[in-house]
């Protein structure tokens, strides 16, 4: 998996992005400045502590949107690029809920992958939203970035798939029609660990692709998370 291929069980961390300009709680006053200051010590802390990526996200962006603003995807890249120096370790991408905009946010920044939701339909806080998988593979061979490494995540937060197959078969069925290189399993909401029996069913799908615990990993968990999860 791109840089991160060789590691074993890699730990990915977030760095979570204050609300970005446009966002109904950006901060004006701080402005960039001090959305920049605070992933900077956030990256400082992660690395310290020895992490084996992060991944930069507009967490902060709430009400979340499916597509993304041009304000709030200039910004990220601003800040990424403001941020990039301070890197040791490889960085990914995650704009959410916009796969495309993930992509190309990518491009533009050099990130090693993204993470995002590529497959499915579902109901959420954000009204019923399907992401367009085709739409993300094409704009990132478009961009000559065949090498980016996509993290399909298949169980959304905030939102229930409207697709009542098991989760096992809905995996193993993105991995096939939509060329994912990662599945990521997911709990109900931010935070919360993803239910092991799901990573487990998961993983006994989906063969040689990689399977990651996607939210929810804590310091008391994370031993057990990787008996079965591969990062």
Same mark, same amino acid.
């Given at each position: 998996?791109?840089?991160?291929?060789?590691?074993?069980?890699?730990?990915?961390?977030?760095?979570?992005?204050?609300?970005?300009?446009?966002?109904?709680?950006?901060?004006?006053?701080?402005?960039?400045?001090?959305?920049?200051?605070?992933?900077?010590?956030?990256?400082?802390?992660?690395?310290?502590?020895?992490?084996?990526?992060?991944?930069?996200?507009?967490?902060?962006?709430?009400?979340?949107? !499916?597509?993304?603003?041009?304000?709030?995807?200039?910004?990220?890249?601003?800040?990424?690029? @403001?941020?990039?120096?301070?890197?040791?370790?490889?960085?990914?991408?995650?704009?959410?809920?916009?796969?495309?905009?993930?992509?190309?946010?990518?491009?533009?920044?050099?990130?090693?992958?993204?993470? *995002?939701?590529?497959?499915?339909?579902?109901?959420?806080?954000?009204?019923?939203?399907?992401?367009?998988?085709?739409?993300?593979? @094409? @704009?990132?061979?478009?961009?000559?970035?065949?090498?980016? !490494?996509?993290?399909?995540?298949?169980?959304? *937060?905030?939102?229930?798939?409207?697709?009542?197959?098991?989760?096992?078969?809905?995996?193993?069925?993105?991995?096939?029609?939509?060329?994912?290189?990662?599945?990521?399993?997911?709990?109900?909401? !931010?935070? @919360?660990?993803?239910?092991?029996?799901?990573?487990?069913?998961?993983? *006994?799908?989906?063969? *040689?692709?990689?399977?990651?615990?996607?939210?929810?990993?804590?310091?008391? !968990?994370?031993?057990?998370?990787?008996?079965?999860?591969?990062?």
């Amino acid at each position: 998996m791109s840089s991160i291929s060789g590691l074993k069980k890699p730990i990915i961390a977030m760095v979570h992005f204050s609300p970005l300009p446009g966002a109904s709680l950006y901060d004006p006053g701080g402005g960039m400045g001090r959305i920049i200051a605070s992933a900077a010590k956030d990256i400082a802390a992660l690395q310290a502590g020895g992490v084996d990526a992060v991944m930069f996200g507009n967490e902060g962006d709430r009400p979340y949107r !499916t597509r993304a603003t041009f304000a709030a995807l200039a910004a990220m890249a601003a800040a990424i690029g @403001e941020l990039k120096p301070l890197l040791k370790v490889p960085f990914g991408v995650n704009y959410l809920w916009d796969p495309v905009a993930s992509v190309a946010l990518a491009a533009a920044t050099g990130a090693d992958f993204v993470r *995002e939701i590529f497959t499915g339909v579902y109901a959420s806080d954000m009204g019923v939203w399907a992401p367009d998988a085709a739409g993300a593979l @094409e @704009e990132r061979a478009r961009l000559g970035r065949r090498d980016l !490494t996509l993290m399909f995540n298949i169980n959304a *937060e905030f939102s229930d798939a409207l697709d009542r197959r098991p989760i096992a078969l809905r995996a193993r069925s993105a991995v096939f029609s939509s060329l994912a290189d990662v599945i990521c399993v997911s709990g109900a909401m !931010t935070g @919360e660990g993803a239910a092991q029996s799901d990573l487990r069913s998961v993983k *006994e799908a989906v063969g *040689e692709v990689p399977v990651f615990a996607n939210t929810g990993v804590r310091i008391d !968990t994370v031993a057990d998370i990787l008996k079965i999860a591969d990062g």
